[in-house]
């Protein structure tokens, strides 16, 4: 199993342009989130689902979208970046009633805007 | 909604000593869990040790230890004979249950020196 992939690994934006970090999971876990880090901060949910085609907004959802068409993917969109959307960003997975509500993470990607 | 307080920014102990990260946290929630994370260098999310409030024993991973108390809403995490391995940013996470994530403290940054 390959767990949770992200894509790309680094990316760097111009102020306005348009972007997908891609995420997916081989575990077949049905919950699946979107984290943003910033430094001095400990991860803060931005968007999350509890299955394809259920999606819901977290603590910083503004300037994000999501969509959840199939289990394995889980899409985060930027409509128009701006500076203050720089940061890492984490694509997590868990199973639903799993062992103990373990979220499993991605690598990361870490996101510049200009 | 949940609340977590970490309230060293950062530790520094030498290899093989003991060292303890604190980590306060509020909830209204009857069942929870709670995590402790590490994050290297590499900025990868590793779970180190993950506690059921409905348990009282505390949970126990090799070298990684935590002292749960749950009416104090106080979950530190001890780590016996560090290594220099173990350097890295240790975040405390509870989580409700439900599908909507961790919420994360902001972080102890642990240094293990020579």
């Known amino acids: 199993n390959a767990g949770v992939t992200q894509t790309p690994k680094f990316q760097v934006l111009k102020t306005g342009q348009s972007m997908t970090l891609q995420c997916a999971q081989d575990m077949n876990h049905e919950y699946m989130s979107w984290y943003r880090q910033d430094p001095g901060m400990g991860l803060r949910l931005i968007h999350y689902s509890v299955g394809a085609g259920i999606t819901d907004q977290g603590e910083v959802p503004n300037g994000y979208n999501v969509s959840r068409s199939t289990t394995e993917d889980f899409p985060l969109r930027l409509l128009s970046a701006a500076p203050s959307q720089t940061s890492v960003y984490f694509c997590a997975s868990r199973e639903r009633g799993g062992l103990r509500n373990t979220q499993y993470f991605g690598p990361g990607t870490r996101l510049t805007v200009l | ?114």
């Open chain 2, 1 to 114: 909604a949940q609340t977590v307080t970490q309230s060293q920014p950062e530790m520094s102990v030498q290899e093989a000593e003991t060292v303890t990260l604190s980590c306060t946290y509020d909830t209204s929630e009857n069942n929870y869990y709670l995590f402790w994370y590490k994050q290297p260098p590499s900025r990868q999310m590793i779970l180190v040790i993950r506690q059921e409030a409905y348990k009282q024993q505390n949970a126990t991973e090799n070298r990684f230890s935590v002292n749960f108390q749950k009416a104090a809403k106080s979950f530190s995490l001890k780590i016996s004979d560090s290594q220099l391995g173990d350097t890295a940013m240790y975040f405390c996470a509870p989580s409700g249950g439900g599908a909507d994530g961790l919420t994360f403290g902001k972080g102890t940054h642990l240094i293990i020196q020579p």
